[in-house]
Structures are given as C-alpha cells and as structure tokens.
C-alpha cells in the first residue's frame, strides 16, 4: 500500500496522520474544517475535497471522527467510503464507537469487495503526539496483519481482539475502567489539597503503589496546574460512556460506577465545560463544591 487516506483530524487524529506520513506513505487527507489539515499539507499530505475523492485514490482510509453518527455517514452515506472505494481497498475505523455499528459496516464492507476494520485508540492526547496509543482492533485477521505496519507507526501495544465489533467492545471496557477510575483521581487529589498537603509530593508517593493507573500519573498533574485543556474533549467521553452504558444493558450488565460518572460529566457539560479535558471532572469537586 502506497495511497493512504487519513479522515478527521482533531486533537488525536492530526498526530497520527503525521507519524504515517513521516513514515514514507502518499498521505491524503480530508477534515469538514480545512484548517485543521494546513500543517499537514505544508509537509507535504494531499488535501481531498472530500470522502468520495479521498476513497478513490486509496488503498487504505483511516478514519477517526466524532461522534457514532459521523462514522455512519462517513462510511454509509451516499458520497460515503463504501460507495466510492476501489474492491480490495482497506476501511480501518479508529473511531471510538458503537460495536453493532462496526459490525453492520463489515457486513456491508465485505458485500462490496472491501476489508473493514474496527481500531479504536486509548492514550489520548500525550499518545497520539509520541506514536504510543493502545489500539484494539476487531474484524478478519488476515486484514489485520495486513495493515499492522500502519498500527505500528501509530501506536506501540496493538492487540487484535476477534470478529467485527471486538475492538469496539474492547474499547468500551476501557472507557469503562477509566469512568470510575477518573472519580478515584479527583476525589485523592481533591483530599491531598484539603488536608493541606503538597499534592505533587502525594502523587510522587501514590502513582508508583498499588494506586496506580495512567489517569493519575498523566491527568493528575494536570488537574493540579489547572489545565483542563482537551487531551480528550468531555462530550467524547459522554458519548462513549453512553455507547458503553447501552451496550452494558443489552448484555445484561449493571454498571453503577459508570453511570455515576456519566451523572457527574453530564452535569459539568451542562455548565458549558463540554470542549474541556476529561480532567475537567476536577472542578466537579474543587469549582462547584467549596
């Protein structure tokens, strides 16, 4: 594969179009606000005017774009990939989305002749930028191995999951594990400062222990230097925590925790905090709690 179109480039999807076209590849690229594809291009990626455009000239696409509507029309919509990509041409969605949407887009992607894949990423923002994302992917095996040198460039642990669907899946329970975790975060920072303790000095002694976990050793620190910067933007998470809520319910699965995350980031979305980092749930606790 020489041709590869890259589709969405906001916080993540910018740096990971970056390390394929650092990486040798005829990049071609398309965002709704061209803006955002100007760095790119001065580098030397091939702006497209749009989806059909981009499709037709690539062996593979990557798409990684909002919002589980965003990825229906991309994919199934009229002037969508399915409808304008070449036989054999290599769909990897990197979207974080639904699970059933992933699987309609393989069973339509494989009546036409083209190879889907579902790839979401965790890392956010730090993992995007150095090429370290975690990336789960879900669809036929052999079309995996085939585009792991793309996966490669972008991210250091990359594990297939299984069928259609399974790298959705995946990255739900990681949205999940991260919901109640990002509570625990706020909540020993929030006590640190309260009880009058330096909280960098807490976190030189907590992140290492059995407290550990990459939200409190990446997001901690931003909390306390008040940067709420989007690493990952807050109506994200909502969307994902709701996809997985759904998805929770139809397995017959409660999920206490994730709701009560879900509660506390709607509200701060409701405050108009929604285009903050998820580590914006600080406020929750140090803004609207004195």
Not at 21 to 35: F, W
């Amino acid at each position: 594969m020489k041709n590869i179109g890259f589709i969405g480039l906001g916080v993540m999807g910018g740096s990971m179009a970056r390390h394929i076209l650092e990486a040798g590849y005829t990049l071609h690229v398309y965002n709704r606000t061209s803006e955002k594809a100007k760095l790119l291009v001065e580098k030397g990626a091939i702006w497209e005017e749009n989806v059909a455009s981009l499709a037709e000239k690539c062996e593979c696409v990557i798409t990684i774009v909002g919002f589980p509507r965003d990825v229906e029309e991309v994919y199934l919509g009229a002037k969508g990939l399915l409808e304008n990509a070449k036989t054999g041409t290599y769909l990897i969605d990197m979207t974080t989305s639904s699970p059933d949407l992933a699987v309609r887009i393989h069973a339509a992607a494989q009546k036409k002749g083209l190879k889907a894949l579902d790839a979401p990423v965790s890392g956010g923002d730090r993992g995007a930028r150095e090429g370290t994302l975690s990336i789960m992917v879900g669809g036929e095996l052999e079309d995996f191995e085939v585009v792991r040198p793309l996966f490669e460039v972008m991210g250091k642990n990359i594990v297939y999951q299984g069928a259609a669907g399974s790298g959705q899946h995946t990255k739900m329970a990681n949205q999940i594990a991260i919901a109640s975790n990002m509570i625990g975060v706020c909540e020993a920072v929030s006590y640190a400062i309260k009880a009058g303790l330096d909280p960098d000095k807490v976190l030189e002694s907590i992140a290492q222990g059995a407290a550990g976990s990459w939200s409190l050793s990446n997001l901690a620190p931003r909390m306390i230097a008040g940067d709420f910067n989007p690493g990952f933007y807050i109506k994200h998470f909502i969307k994902d925590m709701r996809i997985a809520l759904e998805s929770a319910d139809r397995l017959g699965l409660d999920t206490p925790g994730l709701e009560m995350s879900l509660s506390m980031y709607k509200k701060l979305a409701h405050e108009g905090y929604e285009d903050d980092g998820t580590q914006a749930l600080f406020r929750f606790y140090n803004e609207k709690k004195k």
